[in-house]
């Protein structure tokens, strides 16, 4: 199994909502990545989990909230959103923090939030 | 700041042709780099990586080039096919103790490949 697996695919929320993007991957790898993409620009990193530890947190406001269950598995708790934070969420995996993303980090195909 | 940058938001290649797609980056603290692949609807792929120890990385149709001293790398698909039509984005990390636990990516760059 080479993939990351994102769902849903697709989430529309409201402002006074919560809900949570999940992301699974069986590779064995020990980094795992939030990324977040806005229309015509490039993917900006959100949060990194090393061995199921938060490793940065690349000051990200708390109505987004990650999770690192266990070494497959990593959630990201939305509560209270803007419009603004509308975007492509991504999720990735690599063999762990430290490779550089040498083998390339593997990206799920995303979660396409729309906040109402 | 941009740090990792594609000039050229769009290039169109005539199918069997050769496809430049270039990148510029600025901070000397990035020592490697990668190019990544994505279609709509899908997250992005891995495509070719290179150490800053090296000035050429090669993997089937695909070359990545860098020059340092410029800070700039390019990637050349030949023959192009119209698979390859997606958008490219570069990406850098850092040394240790410096970035290295992420990626930044420039802009991306999107290639149409024409039959």
């Known amino acids: 199994d080479t993939e990351v697996t994102q769902t849903p695919k697709h989430l529309v929320m409201g402002m006074t909502n919560k809900k949570s993007l999940k992301c699974e991957q069986h590779?064995?790898?020990?980094?795992m990545y939030w990324y977040k993409q806005k229309a015509k620009k490039p993917p900006e990193l959100m949060f990194v989990y090393s061995y199921e530890k938060l490793s940065i947190n690349e000051s990200v406001p708390s109505r987004f909230s990650p999770e690192c269950p266990n070494s497959s598995l990593l959630n990201l708790h939305l509560h209270a959103l803007q419009p603004e934070d509308s975007a492509l969420y991504l999720c990735?995996?690599?063999?762990?923090?430290?490779?550089?993303?040498?083998?390339?980090?593997?990206f799920g195909s995303g979660t396409r939030l729309t906040v109402v | 700041d941009q740090q990792v940058k594609q000039n050229s938001p769009s290039l169109s290649v005539q199918e069997g042709r050769i496809s430049i797609l270039n990148c510029d980056y600025t901070?000397?603290?990035?020592?490697?780099f990668l190019w990544y692949k994505k279609y709509p609807a899908e997250g992005p792929t891995f495509l070719i990586s290179?150490?800053?120890?090296?000035d050429k990385n090669e993997d089937g149709r695909f070359t990545v080039f860098l020059n340092k001293s410029a800070k700039h790398l390019s990637l050349h698909i030949v023959p192009s096919q119209p698979g390859d039509s997606a958008v490219y984005f570069c990406?850098?990390?850092?040394?240790?103790?410096?970035?290295?636990?992420?990626?930044?990516f420039g802009t991306g760059t999107r290639l149409t490949i024409i039959p």
């Open positions: 990406a850098a990390s850092g040394r240790s103790n410096f970035g290295n636990e992420k990626l930044t």
């Open positions: 901070n000397s603290m990035f020592d490697y």
């Open positions: 290179i150490s800053s120890i090296k």
């Open positions: 990735a995996s690599s063999q762990d923090k430290w490779d550089r993303g040498i083998y390339g980090y593997t």
């Open positions: 590779m064995g790898h020990r980094a």
